[in-house]
């Protein structure tokens, strides 16, 4: 849904980047393995309730956005979730283990990494 990821080049500065929504950043469990950013000794838990309660409260939104503009159960329209044709997508959009059912993992490669 628009208005909560930014484009490529971040030019609203909404609250999320694009490239954070494909998986570029590093897990933050593994980031940070001690669990805190900065020092441990002056954390606090009503340091935390604030900024907890906002980012619940926006991820309640955003959440609520996805599931209104993709409703649970409906398979979206093709042709705004891939760069792939409708026809091309058809046995991946089967009933898994149905006749004529292809698994994701068998998608061709498109684009720069496809190999010719």
Avoid: C
Avoid at 11 to 19: E, F, I, K, M
Avoid at 32 to 42: I, K, R
């Amino acid at each position: 849904p628009d208005g909560h990821f930014d484009t490529s080049v971040d030019p609203y500065h909404r609250p999320s980047r694009w490239s954070e929504g494909q998986g570029h950043f590093a897990i933050e469990i593994v980031a940070t393995p001690e669990g805190v950013v900065g020092n441990a000794a002056d954390a606090e838990a009503w340091k935390a309730k604030r900024p907890l309660a906002a980012i619940l409260r926006y991820l309640t939104i955003l959440v609520d956005d996805i599931l209104e503009t993709f409703p649970a159960g409906e398979v979206p329209p093709v042709e705004e979730v891939t760069l792939r044709t409708a026809e091309a997508m058809e046995p991946f959009l089967r009933e898994p283990m149905s006749e004529g059912w292809k698994p994701v993992y068998q998608l061709p490669a498109i684009g720069q990494i496809a190999k010719s």
